[in-house]
């Protein structure tokens, strides 16, 4: 019978040991498997580009094909420009250098990254990697010069970057509001750009538990504006420093995004 205890106590004994274990390593397990996905798919994505040409920049590799030979500088410079001001703000170093893929047209990139026929998306941060659409697409002037300033003015390198360091700093601890969010404000404040300012005026229902959990079921409208928003109060009211404390107690694992606690009580 003793044995028998024993055994049953080494057992149990091994259980909670292994519990704290798990519980310890919590935040290790999450962030090595997020980053094993992370890379799994940037891999494919590069290798589907493979044939693409390069052209690098301090802290960006970009893959282009030869139809953007005459552009990629342009997006080159751009986003150099765009992430100096963007990592000040948010005071973040990048861990490596940053792919950047340009697509030649919006089929191409609607196949390469598994997009709906009604999405026409300018940029993307996906898997580690910014995807961009040719400036060449929507941008309807032929004039180098134009471009250049359009695509400054008007492109989507200052939301895509703001991602991409989001993503970094909280290592993928987060809902899709809160990055959404967070891209927006800051959008706003580096380049006077409001999104949804028409909807100013809107009591907007969603609940913060109805955008963590059913984001991508709302009107997309009100769900980004009502991100926006969250995102403005807590920087009004606390200061943009709340943020990026938030976000580095996200990285950390150190709070969750689960509850408005989390939020407005930290």
């Known amino acids: 019978m003793r044995s028998i205890m024993a055994r049953k106590t080494t057992v149990i004994s091994a259980v909670v040991i292994f ?30 580009v493979k044939n693409y040409s390069t052209y690098e920049t301090e802290n960006f590799i970009i893959k282009y094909t030869p139809e953007d030979g005459d552009v990629v500088a342009i997006v080159a410079n751009t986003i150099e420009k765009d992430f100096f001001q963007v990592k000040q703000r948010l005071n973040h170093r990048l861990h490596n250098k940053v792919q950047i893929i340009i697509y ?14 009604k999405d026409y998306p300018m940029g993307i941060y996906y898997g580690g990697i910014l995807h961009i659409l040719s400036p060449k697409v929507w941008i309807n002037d032929s004039s180098m010069d ?12 200052v939301h895509e970057l703001i991602h991409l360091i ?3 700093k909280a290592n993928g601890n987060f809902p899709l509001w809160f990055t959404e969010g967070i891209a927006l404000y800051y959008e706003y404040r580096l380049t ?6 028409g909807l100013a ?10 955008l963590t959990h059913r984001f991508e079921l ?6 980004y504006r009502k ?9 009004d009211r606390y200061g943009e420093q709340k943020i990026l404390h938030l976000l580095d107690q996200l990285g950390k694992g150190q709070i969750g995004m689960n509850s408005q606690v989390s939020l407005e009580k930290r």
């Not at 991100?227 to 920087?235: N, T, V």
Request: charged share 20%; glycine share 4%.
């Open 192 to 197: 006077g750009y409001e999104w949804g300012k």
């Open 104 to 117: 030649p047209d919006l089929e191409i990139m609607r196949n390469k990254l598994n997009l709906s026929q």
């Open 19 to 48: 519990m704290l274990l798990t519980i310890n390593n919590f935040v290790y397990i999450h962030n090595s498997l997020y980053n094993f996905c992370v890379n799994a798919i940037k891999i494919k994505s590069l290798y589907s």
């Open 227 to 235: 991100s926006f928003e969250i995102i403005k109060l807590i920087a």
């Open 201 to 210: 005026n809107i009591q907007i229902p969603n609940t913060l538990s109805q």
């Open 218 to 223: 709302l009107d997309q409208d009100l769900a």
């Open 166 to 168: 989001v993503d970094e």
């Open 146 to 157: 134009t471009l250049s300033r359009e695509f400054a003015a008007n492109g989507p390198m």
